[in-house]
């Protein structure tokens, strides 16, 4: 997401709002399990068995298009705002299926006035001159479901701007709930004289339109969203929740609440989705120089075993997979660094749970905000560990790729007690799975090994990107200073870890998202309409 001085001042103005000295940090009880209950007039609403649990999704497609007209009824303008991750992915999307599916509506971009994001939305087809791409209120104002996809700080500087320009009986749409937990936070909510929706991807916007272009032929591929209905004053509120999912071309649909999805959301990309692969690879880059590898096989045992080899198998055959994949002296590897590496994983996981759920991260972001003029964000990819893995992708084999497997119990058990901090916490096994494994897997990892997890971490959204950088460190001075001492120094398995991670019944529950998928696996080098947006 692209991140500007302009937005800089816009942070400055809410920082305040979030300071110590005028909120203070509160731990706040809050239910965060999704109701995941819910019918639909219009699509067909099914029931899985998710580790046990029955949940509702509904199943997307294109063949699911000539739905839309009655999902979208009483919808005649669109109005995308902002040109961030998802924005430019979700407008073409958007219009897309509309077009195809033979709905007179229209879909415009909203922009600040002056914004450099005019010229690359004219470049897929937004115009001023077709009325479709215009200034952000006079956009809103027009519209009769406003998607505010502008960053998460500049929602919160905005929003009082924003609800004032909306028509009477529009819709705000988001595709995160950090608008909602900023609110909380002040005492304010959403005005009551509108439908309030989400349709989050659980992806980065590139792959909502790389997945949806490469699936034209295999009746649509996409990247999985969850949607919430917060307001529902017209009734049809959840339908146009749905309609837009299949319209953005997601393969499954299930429901959350927003209180559930920013706490799972801010929490994931804190953890397995960024901070943690990051910390992750920093300490086992070191580890492995240690023990006598070169820096560049150093890399290639920790960095490229993740994103070119572990995550591929987790993709299509599940977390448990990678160890019975496995020879015998191979598990025993995998299981000293399991057991050594998911007690210290999960003691930061919960810390980050804990700061999420209670306001202190999102006020962490407002505050990183107020002090962007004075401490400008720099870079991570100067550093050895990303400088070495420039080198090593240039000249990477692609089909000799090593699964490590003191890397997969590290990586693995991260993800184990990613997995089960969410579940303690209440949320439903449709969206930790979601959140934990598949937006990893197959949205984020194949990019980072693409072009590089210090490029993630470089280019993400502010909120992310903030995230990141606060926690990677964490995980990677724990895993070094508990779990790599506890196996370095001879420790036990503690054979009830192991045990507990060959039972879970999340395994279960990833093997029946896997089903659900699409059989296309995102292509990110291949031609596309979308552009992966790089910080200068």
């Not at 298009?65 to 902002?82: C, D, N, T, Y």
């Not at 215009?134 to 500087?157: R, T």
């Not at 994949?325 to 210290?344: R, T, V, W």
């Not at 804990?354 to 991260?361: C, I, L, Q, T």
């Amino acid at each position: 997401m692209k991140f500007t001085l302009a937005l800089g001042a816009i942070l400055a103005t809410t920082a305040a709002a979030f300071a110590p000295a005028a909120v203070a940090p509160r731990a706040v009880a809050v239910s965060t399990t999704a109701v995941n209950s819910f019918s639909s007039d219009i699509f067909e609403v099914r029931s899985v068995d998710m580790a046990g649990t029955t949940e509702q999704i509904v199943k997307g497609g294109r063949d699911l298009f000539p739905k839309l007209p009655k999902a979208f009824e009483g919808i005649k303008e669109i109005g995308v705002i902002g040109w961030g991750s998802q924005a430019p992915a979700q407008a073409q999307n958007l219009r897309d299926s509309l077009d195809e599916a033979g709905c007179d509506i229209k879909v415009r971009i909203g922009l600040r006035e002056g914004s450099s994001s005019f010229e690359e939305a004219r470049e897929v087809g937004f115009s001023e001159d077709a009325d479709t791409l215009g200034e952000m209120y006079d956009i809103i104002g027009k519209s009769d479901l406003v998607m505010l996809l502008i960053s998460d700080a500049a929602q919160a500087a905005l929003y009082k701007e924003v609800f004032a320009a909306m028509k009477p009986g529009a819709t705000l749409g988001l595709s995160h709930g950090f608008l909602l937990g900023y609110l909380e936070s002040i005492g304010e909510s959403f005005p009551e004289d509108m439908d309030v929706i989400a349709v989050c991807p659980k992806g980065m916007g590139p792959s909502v339109r790389r997945l949806y272009e490469q699936g034209k032929e295999v009746n649509g591929a996409g990247i999985n969203a969850s949607f919430a209905v917060h307001q529902d004053k017209s009734g049809k509120a959840t339908d146009l929740a749905l309609g837009w999912g299949v319209a953005l071309g997601s393969p499954f649909m299930f429901e959350t609440t927003l209180t559930s999805e920013y706490c799972s959301d801010i929490y994931g990309e804190r953890g397995i989705l960024l901070g943690a692969v990051h910390g992750i690879v920093e300490s086992l880059y070191r580890r492995y120089q240690r023990q006598g590898m070169s820096p560049e096989q150093a890399f290639i045992e920790s960095c490229e075993s993740i994103t070119g080899n572990i995550v591929k198998i987790i993709s299509t055959k599940g977390i448990k997979a990678v160890y019975d994949g496995l020879n015998d002296d191979d598990k025993k590897i995998f299981e000293e660094a399991y057991s050594a590496s998911y007690m210290p994983a999960k003691e930061i996981l919960q810390e980050i749970y804990d700061e999420v759920s209670s306001g202190n991260e999102i006020r962490t972001v407002i505050m990183h905000g107020k002090r962007i003029d004075k401490f400008p964000v720099g870079k991570i990819d100067g550093t050895d560990t990303w400088q070495v893995g420039e080198k090593v992708r240039e000249s990477r084999d692609e089909e000799n790729i090593p699964l490590n497997p003191f890397t997969a119990g590290v990586y693995v058990a991260t993800m184990m007690a990613q997995i089960d901090v969410l579940l303690e916490a209440g949320h439903p096994y449709s969206e930790v799975v979601n959140e934990s494994v598949i937006e990893a897997v197959d949205s984020l990892c194949p990019y980072m090994h693409y072009r590089g997890v210090a490029f993630m971490v470089d280019n993400c959204s502010f909120t992310a990107k903030t995230g990141s950088r606060k926690w990677a460190p964490r995980f990677d001075y724990i895993l070094d200073q508990l779990a790599y001492t506890a196996v370095d120094n001879g420790k036990p398995v503690d054979e009830d870890i192991i045990s507990a991670f060959q039972n879970h019944r999340v395994h279960a529950a990833v093997t029946a998202c896997c089903e659900l998928r699409p059989s296309v696996d995102i292509s990110v080098g291949s031609a596309s309409s979308t552009k992966e947006i790089v910080i200068e």
